[in-house]
DNA sequence: CTTGGAATGTCAACAAGGCTGACATAAAAT
DNA sequence: ATTTTATGTCAGCCTTGTTGACATTCCAAG
């Protein structure tokens, strides 16, 4: 890569418009690849992929609420049911009735889930794994920084907290 | 952050368990944002996320064929046709029958279709930017590196390429 | 205590956009 | 002349988003 541009131009190629297409084009196909092993794996089952993610956050966070679940993954609280209702049929998720407030639903893996989550968790993690030790400690801290200047601040705050769990 | 594990321990503590599950949702949360402001736009016309991809991608690659799109996209002609359809009986898009082989069609954008794209192209660049801002040339390269490493071989090959346009 | 509103979750129906399968056409390749 | 390739189309299915209507539970104001 060519570095500088004009004199006192401090090293802004990185900002052009050319790359920032790479950067929107790497983003739209790295997200294939990182989806692709657990679509996989899904695909044998009668799964997609929003109930990988609903098992990965309430792995995640065992005891969470459908309310705090919905405003993860940002969808209706309707279309999150549909996918939980097929989990709980399924025996992969238990749904308790919250003490406190019972109005509250709360979440976790039954065995099964836990096993089917490992399973997808585990492709996911050997591509993230394989891409990480590939580039390098530096580059995926770099990595870490640009996504996270990406999100919306709500969605920030999710990814920074990992300990938000039951009640 | 901590330092070094044990002795000998290469500096390996970017592979944890841990470490890789915050890589995979920064890339499940940063995506969202990615999207967001886009799908926004085209909430407002009839459209979708798929016709975004094939706009741009048409806007990459001026003249390129169908066939050339599906594999880039890896969807269905089913699929690609339906949204192709809709974007060239409204105008913004161009299809032309290939004067070497009048079986391929080599798809171009109209002045409206680029119009909608760049529209689509500022929004999302502009996220782009300020990410990239934000985090610094360096942070930016190793986003690259690792985004480039979790492709799909295929994928980086598209990616790779810039030049494969018309015939 | 009762009542009304807010929070939470469920059911029903619809739309976008993936998918497969079957088939038609035109052109290129053999 | 036959086969293969590139494209388009129809029909039908699935997942996963959406909105609207509704039931249950909690809590707070009267």
């Known amino acids: 890569m060519a570095e500088g541009g004009g004199p006192g131009s401090e090293n802004l ?17 790295a997200y294939r690849g990182f989806t692709a092993d657990p679509d996989r794996i899904l695909s044998h089952h009668a799964y997609g992929r929003a109930h990988h993610r609903a098992l990965h956050f309430i792995n995640r ?3 969470t609420t459908v309310n705090n679940l919905l ?33 509250e639903r709360h979440l976790y893996l039954t065995e099964n889930g836990q096993d089917l989550e490992s399973a997808l968790s585990d492709a996911q993690r050997r591509r993230m794994r394989a891409a ?15 996504l996270e200047a ?18």
Do not use: C, W
Not at 134 to 141: F, M, R, S, Y
Not at 158 to 166: F, I, N, R, V
């Open 150 to 167: 990406m999100m919306d601040p709500e969605m920030r705050r999710h990814y920074e907290d990992t300990k938000e769990a039951a009640s």
């Open 71 to 103: 405003s993860i993954l940002g969808v209706t609280k309707q279309s999150l049911n549909r996918v939980l209702r097929s989990l709980i049929e399924d025996g992969l998720v238990e749904s308790r009735v919250g003490t406190r407030d019972k109005r």
């Open 13 to 29: 190629l990185f900002l052009t418009d050319d790359q920032l297409r790479k950067g929107i084009e790497a983003m739209f196909f």
């Open 132 to 146: 990480f030790r590939t580039a390098g400690p530096e580059a995926v801290a770099g990595f870490r920084q640009v």
């Open 61 to 63: 966070s065992p005891g």
